[in-house]
């Protein structure tokens, strides 16, 4: 399969390059970025060339990965399926319940294949432990902490200056990594009810439709030192918590470009592909609507 990369910020230069270079079964073929010097510098560190013409790129390869701004990778995403190309998505589709539509259509459309790139559904640890127990169901209720410290004082965060980060906060870049193990354990999302805490602290209330509940705790600027993630389950089974991340984002981006390259030899859409991107996206934006109103929106 050739692949391109499109991007070239921190997430693209230090996960996404490298492991699209290593991957064994992929041709890296170019990279692409609004800014054509950008693009040559790093396709240049990693031995492939840089496209000025984005159009190019995408007539010369099977698939892209992407590594931008949500509020730039669904047009590009949508462009790239017209094109014929698979697509490697990254966390969240968009911002917008329309444009992540967009892309879900097109992937749809042009019959192309498509996995988002959540990192702990592709955990080597994670994925069995998820599977395990949706299997085991009977579980009554879920809580997820995901309490980064990217803006907190002290945080040598390299993603502190992205802008979609700072004007969204928590509930749009750590949401959607609760959600991704959420949902597949628990079911599909009935009802969401927001509140917000300190900063841009997000406290979420879940409805499931199978009849559980879940709390999430949402933030990015929590104290350094008061940092972390956690994950528990309670049911009939007694208690489970989501084993702790022990590996970086470079294995589970192999894992991810994997799945992809089945997805697309067999033709059978990921249980992780654009639509269930898409639906993280609505339960987001049904979260929003309720931090705005005080109440509880049904999604």
Request: proline content about 6%; charged content about 20%.
């Given at each position: 399969m050739r692949i391109g990369l499109l991007g070239t910020g921190p997430w693209a230069e230090r996960v996404h390059a490298p492991v699209l270079a290593a991957h064994p079964g992929l041709e890296f073929t170019g990279v692409w970025a609004r800014r054509p010097e950008a693009a040559a510098a790093l396709g240049e560190a990693h031995g492939v060339p840089g496209y000025a013409d984005l159009d190019r790129l995408l007539d010369e390869v099977d698939a892209v990965s992407i590594a931008l701004p949500p509020t730039v990778q669904a047009g590009l995403a949508v462009r790239a399926a017209q094109a014929g190309c698979h697509l490697l998505?990254?966390?969240?589709?968009?911002?917008?319940?329309?444009?992540?539509?967009?892309?879900?259509?097109?992937?749809?459309?042009?019959?192309?294949?498509?996995?988002?790139?959540?990192?702990?559904?592709?955990?080597?640890?994670?994925?069995?432990?998820?599977?395990?127990?949706?299997?085991?169901?009977?579980?009554?209720?879920?809580?997820?902490?995901?309490?980064?410290?990217?803006?907190?004082?002290?945080?040598?965060s390299p993603y502190a200056a992205s802008p979609w980060r700072q004007e969204k906060g928590a509930l749009w870049d750590v949401g959607p990594h609760a959600l991704s193990v959420l949902l597949p354990v628990l079911g599909d999302v009935t009802q969401v009810t927001a509140v917000a805490g300190p900063l841009d602290t997000v406290h979420l209330v879940v409805r499931h439709a199978a009849g559980a509940s879940s709390t999430l705790a949402l933030s990015l600027t929590a104290p350094v030192a008061a940092g972390g993630t956690g994950m528990e389950l309670r049911g009939e089974h007694g208690v489970a918590h989501l084993p702790e991340r022990g590996e970086g984002p470079i294995a589970a981006l192999h894992r991810a470009l994997d799945a992809l390259q089945t997805s697309a030899g067999t033709g059978e859409p990921h249980p992780c592909g654009v639509d269930f991107g898409l639906r993280v996206v609505e339960i987001l934006a049904g979260a929003e609507r309720s931090l705005a109103t005080g109440a509880p929106v049904e999604v």
């Open positions: 998505l990254d966390k969240p589709v968009a911002l917008t319940v329309p444009d992540a539509r967009a892309v879900a259509e097109a992937v749809r459309a042009h019959e192309v294949a498509s996995v988002v790139f959540f990192t702990v559904r592709f955990g080597g640890d994670q994925i069995p432990w998820i599977e395990r127990q949706a299997a085991l169901g009977g579980w009554f209720t879920g809580r997820s902490d995901w309490l980064g410290s990217v803006f907190a004082p002290g945080s040598a």
